[in-house]
T-cell receptor
Framework: KNEVEQSPQNLTAQEGEFITINCSYS?????LHWLQQHPGGGIVSLFM???GKKKHGRLIATINIQEKHSSLHITASHPRDSAVYIC????????FGTGTSLTVIP | NAGVTQTPKFQVLKTGQSMTLQCAQD?????MYWYRQDPGMGLRLIYY???????DKGEVPNGYNVSRLNKREFSLRLESAAPSQTSVYFC???????????FGSGTQLSVL
């Protein structure tokens, strides 16, 4: 059972490209989280949102509650954005996607 | 602010050995969690503690025990390690399930 599905699983982009990572979920939620994990590193929270859109620097997260879908956008991508991006949702517990591995090539 | 501190960062065990992973948070969070992360799989919950003095099983509790020593500390014990427990382990904490999740830096465990 996969309560949270992410696409694509892997993504390679040229520096400067606009990137979109998608997340769909099947459970009722109170919030959705986007997390970032650098190779060999810990996991940090990028966004927590329950409606609409949030922006932080070059990162934008959107959520459509009716469609049970969220997107994470990265504008003007940079090699330092290379990481695994994980979507998680909270209902009565946390549910995690398997992550999208992003590589940005200079 | 240290946030969530997890030790050790790396550990190699032989089958049958025991060890304890330590986790402490300084954010006064009620909820603490232990997850394991395996290739191709999402983070899977081993045990969680909703508040001091309570612990509950998650999705994959077999082979593990936990102790919520106080509000700050939540340890994970492997009594008799097995190769299937080779994984990366993360401790996390939050104000509650409806709030932001903070992670430790992870423990890479290999069981030979």
């Amino acid at each position: 059972k996969n309560e949270v599905e992410q696409s694509p699983q892997n993504l390679t982009a040229q520096e400067g490209e606009f990137i979109t990572i998608n997340c769909s979920y099947s459970v009722g939620i109170s919030a959705l989280h986007w997390l970032q994990q650098h190779p060999g590193g810990g996991i940090v929270s990028l966004f927590m949102l329950s409606s609409g859109k949030k922006k932080h620097g070059r990162l934008i997260a959107t959520i459509n509650i009716q469609e049970k879908h969220s997107s994470l956008h990265i504008t003007a991508s940079h090699p330092r954005d290379s990481a695994v991006y994980i979507c998680a949702v909270t209902g009565n517990q946390f549910y995690f996607g398997t992550g999208t591995s992003l590589t940005v090539i200079p | 602010n240290a946030g969530v501190t997890q030790t050790p960062k790396f550990q190699v065990l032989k089958t049958g050995q025991s060890m304890t992973l330590q986790c402490a948070q300084d954010m006064n969070h009620n909820s603490m969690y232990w997850y394991r992360q395996d290739p191709g799989m999402g983070l899977r919950l081993i045990y969680y503690s909703a508040s001091e003095g309570t612990t509950d099983k998650g999705e994959v509790p077999n082979g593990y025990n936990v102790s919520r020593l106080n509000k700050r500390e939540f340890s994970l014990r492997l009594e008799s390690a097995a190769p299937s427990q080779t994984s990366v382990y993360f401790c996390a904490s939050s104000e509650g399930v409806q709030r932001e999740l903070f992670f430790g830096s992870g423990t890479q465990l290999s069981v030979l």
